[in-house]
């Protein structure tokens, strides 16, 4: 309304300019003069507000498609707009229009990313805590004292791998909201590694694994917690799918140009397809490929328990949360995680560290 009304002020100022100048041609050149310089005056001042009619339907028509945006429809496009200044704008606003479509369907999938890893956690966190309550009331009317030390140890079992859940799910979270700070100090590849396998000593002791450590002489810039953390989670991982008898290596290598820890198990393996996938949040155990040694009905089981969560020497499988943190803390200093297997069959998961070259 406003621009109208300027509009409106501004013909009345041409008018009044247009008349003045009439006059003064009737009294400099008399009448014939002064009616051509009214005619000319009164045709520029019809095209110059024709040029603001149009002007002012397009902005009306911008107006209207911003508001159907706003209104959250996505099939509005500004390429008709003709003149250059309106065109630039239109241009503009379908750049925008563009943005905010990206937006919209980046957080959509967000959100359902969101409502499945919700859904994933729950029944992550339900079943261990299910199978306890089941096993409470079997528990008291238990009068064998062995039969009871082993469920008391089930159980034992079952609360660690949920407070362990708890804490790795905390630990993504940060690191998705980017609230992990990575600070890199001066330190050696042996001190990462001890600090790494100090938490799962005495889980590969019970579990009857044994651990190999070779690492290189020298410095490397890291950040020894989170780095530390990284490869916890991923010995963790070999060692759930390693059987009892069974070893985990893992060994540095400290050059000019890079830092690489490399770690194998004489576990199953993993499948070659699902190399890339195993790092993915959520993802399941079942990915691990059954033993070359194992009979095809042997393998079928052994599939099938790993369908149900449960591996072949009895443990549960893991929660696919472990390498997904460990992919994260490791790019988070410019790292890399690659997955194959050895050629005796186990896994190998070996992490580079570039250095910066001077």
Known sequence: MGSVDSAVRQGLVFFAVALCMAAGAFVLAGREAALCCLAVALAAMVYYHAILWLRHR?????????????????????????????????????????????????????????????????????????????????????????????????????????????????????????????????????????????????????????????????????????????????????????????????AAENDALTCRFVITDTGCGIAEGERERIFDRFYSDGSKQPSSALTDDAADAGSARAARGVRDDGRPSGFGIGLSLAMSLVSMQEGTIRADNTSEGGARFTITFPKLVV
């Open 58 to 250: 397009q902005v009306q028509k911008l107006a209207l498609r911003i508001d159907e945006v706003l209104h959250g429809s996505r099939d509005v496009s500004f390429v008709n707009c003709r003149e250059s200044d309106i065109a630039m704008l239109g241009n503009e606003l379908g750049k925008m229009v563009a943005r905010l479509q990206r937006t919209s369907s980046d957080l959509e999938c967000q959100r359902q990313s969101l409502s499945e890893a919700l859904a994933d956690v729950s029944h992550q966190i339900r079943t261990p805590l299910t199978t306890m309550a089941l096993m409470l009331p079997v528990l008291e009317g238990e009068a064998d004292q062995r039969a009871r030390r082993r469920s008391v140890r089930q159980l034992e079992d079952m609360l660690e791998r949920v407070s362990w859940l708890v804490t790795t799910l905390l630990k993504i979270a940060k690191a998705d909201a980017g609230a992990i700070r990575i600070t890199k100090r001066d330190t050696t590849p042996a001190a990462i590694a001890q600090r790494a396998v100090q938490p799962l000593l005495a889980q590969l002791d019970l579990h009857d694994v044994s651990l190999e450590m070779d690492c290189d002489e020298g410095t490397v810039q890291l950040d020894e917690l989170w780095t530390a953390e990284a490869l916890e989670n991923i010995v963790k991982n070999c060692m759930e799918h390693t059987p009892a008898g069974g070893r985990i290596r893992l």
